[in-house]
């Protein structure tokens, strides 16, 4: 069993806020992806398209800036399964503890 972290636990602990932030994420998740393949699909054609002047009319920057992007949906993401999880946990845990009785 992984040692569990004190942010994991106070999401155990905290149902209603792991549920909010859990949504939070999950829309946020949406919100940053949303068009993102296709936005990088069109600055790589434009990359490859127009070489050079591509890269020095801001193709560069604005790749970086669509992978930070993508960066910050996979940490939406993630904390969206760290919620889920938190929560699953805490509803097993009471269930099993009510087959018991």
């Known amino acids: ?29 949406g919100y940053f992806t ?17 070489g050079w ?5 801001g193709g560069l920057l604005q790749l970086g800036e669509l992978t930070l992007i993508a960066l910050l949906a996979m940490a939406c993401y993630l904390l969206f399964r760290l919620c889920e999880q938190a929560l699953l946990q805490r509803l097993t845990n009471r269930t099993r503890a009510g087959d018991g009785e």
């Open 53 to 57: 002047l591509a890269l020095m009319s």
């Open 1 to 29: 069993m992984p040692v569990e972290r004190a942010f994991y636990r106070w999401l155990c602990r905290h149902p209603v806020v792991s549920f909010l932030l859990m949504t939070g994420s999950f829309l946020a998740f």
């Open 34 to 50: 949303l068009d993102l393949v296709q936005l990088i699909g069109s600055n790589a054609a434009f990359i490859v398209r127009h």
